[in-house]
Structure formats: structure tokens, C-alpha cells
């Protein structure tokens, strides 16, 4: 079973709006990545946030986890039509010698010029 | 470009059918992992292998299979296929105790 729900499942935005999606989660982790995806496409890693830290920042985004409510959310400021895509949070465990990632299903993101 | 190579782009085939993807991951990188994308169930963790050797096993259905040669890419190969298999297929590699993933461009499959 998927182990992040991200939320909500679409979204549509005019330009220049900001777009907030979230993420919960269900068991430990040692930390969440947010992944995008165009149309069809491979997915592209976008930042990674460890579990001992409560908020990061790469240019237009915003990631903050709260591992006491188990959840997450990515903001992207100042949208462009060109962010529109599908975006996945994916939560890293390691256990052993083993690393896993258990991507949620997505929120489709459209954002209108 | 994300370095991760995977060929081929598309396959069409035919139920009952077996076939082999391959995936070249980034230069130095010692794991690769594949997943399978469609839309009902959304992206899941198929394998591991790490410097050749199977690491972990996620939802990998016994009719699928996959390796890694010394060179460090990867094969999945899929046999008996059925209409359900119809999917992405994605590789991604890290260079091992890394976590972010560099996924591959994927293979699209249609099993007719």
C-alpha cells in the first residue's frame, strides 16, 4: 500500500498564484522527498527534507514536515505555466542495508497562464 | 537529463509474450531500483539491486524478474504477459547510501 496520500489530488491555479499541496504519511520515516513529473515523463527529484528538520527552501519551493502530525507540504511561489505537472511525495526509510521509497499518488497541478 | 538511460521508449506486444527492459543507470552509481507507473496504481516499488546483488523486493509479481550485470545496468524482464501489465516502467539509481533518486526517461509497455 502507498505510504503517502497527497493531497488534494488536482489542482488548478492561475499564474503568478501560489500552490500548496500536502502530504500524510503513515509510519516512521528518515525522510521525505517531493518528486515531479510531466505528462508521461521520468520523474525528477525537486528536494528532500530529513526527518530532524522542520523546513527547507529551494528557490520558489517551500517544503515543511511535521513528523508529530506525519505530514507535509510543498509550496510553490509565483507559478509559472511551465510548473504544471504531476507532483509526488515519497517517503525514504532505511531499515538494515536496505533504503525504500514509497511514493504517494500525486497531485496534478495545472497552472493556467 | 537526469543520466539515467532505458531503452526502449515504447513496447507493444501481445499477451503470453515475454519481454526485457533495460536500464543504464548514472555513471558510478551502484544501485538501481525499477518501478512500475499506471494509473490505478499509481507508482510502486518493484526491486532493488545494489552492485549487482538483489537488495529488497516490493510489489514484483513472480512472472517478473530482473538483474544486474557487472557493468552495473539492469534488465527487468517480464514474461506471460497479460493486459494488466500495460504500464511505465521506470528505473532509477543513486550512488548507494545516496537517497534521491535519478529516474530514467521510462518504457512504455501495451500489452494488446
Known amino acids: 500500500s502507498q505510504q503517502g496520500e497527497e493531497d488534494p489530488q488536482a489542482l488548478s491555479i492561475q499564474e503568478g498564484e501560489n500552490a500548496t499541496m500536502n502530504c500524510s504519511y503513515k509510519t516512521s520515516i528518515n525522510n521525505l522527498q517531493w518528486y515531479r513529473q510531466n505528462s508521461g515523463r521520468g520523474l525528477v527529484h525537486l528536494i528532500l527534507i530529513r526527518s530532524n528538520e522542520r523546513e527547507k527552501h529551494s528557490g520558489r519551493l517551500r517544503v515543511t514536515l511535521d513528523t508529530s502530525k506525519k505530514s507535509s507540504s510543498l509550496l510553490i511561489t509565483a507559478s509559472r505555466a511551465a510548473d504544471t505537472a504531476s507532483y509526488f511525495c515519497?517517503?525514504?526509510?532505511?531499515?538494515?542495508?536496505?533504503?525504500?521509497?514509497?511514493f504517494g499518488k500525486g497531485t496534478l497541478l495545472t497552472v493556467n497562464p | 537529463d537526469s543520466g539515467v538511460t532505458q531503452t526502449p521508449k515504447h513496447l507493444i506486444t501481445a499477451t503470453g509474450q515475454r519481454v526485457t527492459l533495460r536500464c543504464s543507470p548514472r555513471s558510478g552509481d551502484l544501485s538501481v531500483y525499477w518501478y512500475q507507473q499506471s494509473l490505478d496504481q499509481g507508482l510502486q516499488f518493484l526491486i532493488h539491486?545494489?552492485?549487482?546483488?538483489?537488495?529488497a523486493k516490493g510489489n514484483i509479481l513472480e512472472r517478473f524478474s530482473a538483474q544486474q550485470f557487472p557493468d552495473l545496468h539492469s534488465e527487468l524482464n517480464l514474461s506471460s504477459l497479460e493486459l494488466g501489465d500495460s504500464a511505465l516502467y521506470f528505473c532509477?539509481?543513486?550512488?548507494?547510501?545516496?537517497?534521491?533518486?535519478?529516474f530514467g526517461p521510462g518504457t512504455r509497455l501495451t500489452v494488446l
Open positions: 532509477a539509481s543513486t550512488p548507494g547510501g545516496a537517497d534521491t533518486q535519478y
Open positions: 515519497a517517503t525514504g526509510y532505511s531499515g538494515g542495508s536496505n533504503y525504500k521509497l514509497t
Open positions: 539491486y545494489y552492485n549487482g546483488e538483489e537488495r
